[in-house]
């Protein structure tokens, strides 16, 4: 098996051409448009001519003669920037799985799911009423502009942004002046239901196949420059989990019978994991094979407090830390997200890249060497291009800092992965089981177990997943059971 969109997407993650015409274009220099449009001219004397059912043949004709080119061309390039090894040995066996989970599909309960988005709407329209008293008026809450003008022209709140087409009302925007006065905290509310109606209700409805109750999600594997795997039709990687209406939505799973099990396999902490494997940094080294509590300990570390006196608010604010480190937050962000001043967010950056002296290094060499080469690796060489690294623009230029910190670790956490899901998958064919593993979700592999099956289903899936990869420390797997989706979280 071959794919050489997979082969094209390895070669360069970011540049979203990977149809035939365009590789034909890079890598044969040949432009099969320009062909094909000669071909039709031959074969169409008139305008009035009907199509001739010879056209098809020629067009597969003419893509399996470049797809036949290709192949030796595109397996160079890789074998170049020694990726060959991920192409064939994880992501050709990936899209096999992948392909077999979208066979398989999801059962959701629709009856269900209907009675949701009713609950949703009659939510929606309380906050709509709350909103209109608030404003004094009846306005259009969808409209951006009808918004600005009664939040900053009416109601005088503060103005955080206006571009030529007005005043902004995106999320972040409303998120700074959410005190200012209540109405700001129902819009996000209203925001929220509208969204959550739109697309996990009205738009996960139509998705469900009449005959069998399930959704068929399309997985990809040329969508994300990390390597992650995506999905569309509906979109399962989204489905929210902070909140509780958000969560609700994963009750709708199920199982289709009363002899099945949902057994669900979720690495823990799996970035951060990578991330102390790739700094070889010792106190995050050493934390992960004690199996300590690597927030708390990271509390202590840069709040300078002994660790049996860390409070949940400093393990929290830690993880936030944490985890952040991992996706190159900013001090902005970080005091966003944890609703602290910018200078306390910057210490606590500032703290933690002192003691882990690991990270800090390994942060800073990953940036130089990206700068230097153009892009960054992961251990398996999955590639990314950075050229964001060399714009003359400020901010473009720290998106590629950024770029350049997390991809090595998303990307690794996003190549083991598939390493386990191929695993698993190999391992229940080989023991004749009749157990499929339906969604991978991130971090998290689903199985539809039959109960019969299910110890040795557990077993199987936390041996293969913790064996997936071998690193400085421990990878773990935390394993949970339920008759629909929302039980095993």
């Not at 959410?178 to 697309?199: A, V, W």
């Not at 964001?388 to 956490?413: C, H, W």
């Not at 592999?445 to 041996?463: M, R």
Request: hydrophobic share 35%; with cysteine; aromatic share 8%.
């Amino acid at each position: 098996m071959y794919d050489i969109r997979i082969a094209g997407y390895l070669l360069n993650s970011v540049s979203n051409a990977y149809s035939i015409s365009e590789l034909a274009r890079q890598y044969l220099d040949l432009d099969i448009t320009e062909y094909k449009n000669q071909e039709e001219k031959e074969e169409q004397t008139s305008l009035f001519d009907e199509p001739k059912e010879e056209k098809n043949d020629l067009d597969v004709g003419i893509n399996a003669y470049i797809i036949y080119k290709l192949e030796p061309v595109l397996t160079k390039e890789l074998e170049k920037i020694d990726s060959l090894r991920l192409f064939k040995e994880i992501e050709m066996p990936a899209a096999e799985v992948l392909a077999d989970m979208q066979y398989q599909g999801i059962y959701v309960d629709q009856k269900e799911i209907i009675k949701f988005g009713e609950k949703l709407k009659k939510s929606i329209e309380e906050y709509k009423i709350d909103i209109y008293k608030l404003a004094g008026e009846e306005f259009n809450i969808n409209s951006t502009k009808q918004l600005g003008e009664l939040l900053f022209e009416k109601l005088g709140l503060t103005v955080v942004k206006k571009t030529k087409s007005g005043y902004s009302t995106d999320v972040e925007t409303l998120e700074k002046i959410k005190g200012e006065h209540p109405i700001i905290e129902r819009i996000l509310e209203y925001r929220k239901l509208m969204k959550l109606n739109s697309t996990y209700v009205e738009g996960m409805v139509p998705y469900i196949n009449e005959k069998t109750g399930r959704v068929h999600t399309y997985f990809h594997q040329t969508v994300t420059a990390t390597g992650r795997i995506s999905s569309t039709e509906p979109n399962l990687q989204n489905i929210p989990t902070r909140t509780e209406m958000g969560k609700k939505i994963r009750k709708f799973f199920k199982v289709d019978g009363a002899d099945k099990v949902f057994i669900d396999a979720d690495y823990s902490q799996i970035e951060l994991r990578v991330l102390a494997d790739m700094s070889k940094d010792k106190i995050m080294v050493d934390a992960f094979n004690q199996d300590a509590d690597i927030h708390a300990i990271c509390a202590s570390q840069v709040f300078d407090v002994p660790l049996d006196k860390v409070s949940k608010q400093l393990r929290s604010r830690a993880k936030a830390v944490n985890f952040g480190i991992v996706y190159g937050i900013s001090e902005f962000g970080l005091a966003e997200q944890i609703d602290i001043k910018r200078n306390e967010a910057k210490k606590y950056i500032d703290q933690y890249l002192a003691k882990y002296s690991g990270i800090k290094k390994f942060m800073e060499d990953v940036v130089e060497e990206a700068k230097e080469k153009g892009y960054v690796e992961t251990i398996y060489h999955r590639r990314r291009y950075i050229p964001e690294l060399k714009s003359n623009n400020y901010m473009v230029r720290k998106f590629g800092d950024r770029a350049a910190m997390n991809t090595p670790i998303q990307g690794t956490a996003a190549d083991i992965m598939k390493i386990s899901m191929v695993k698993v998958f190999n391992e229940l064919k080989k023991r004749n089981l009749r157990s499929k593993v339906v969604l991978q979700i991130h971090d998290e592999l689903l199985i539809e177990t039959y109960l019969d099956e299910k110890e040795e289903v557990k077993e199987l899936l936390k041996a293969s997943m913790e064996s997936a990869a071998k690193l400085s420390v421990p990878l773990l797997v935390d394993i949970e059971e339920g008759i629909s989706w929302y039980q095993t979280k």
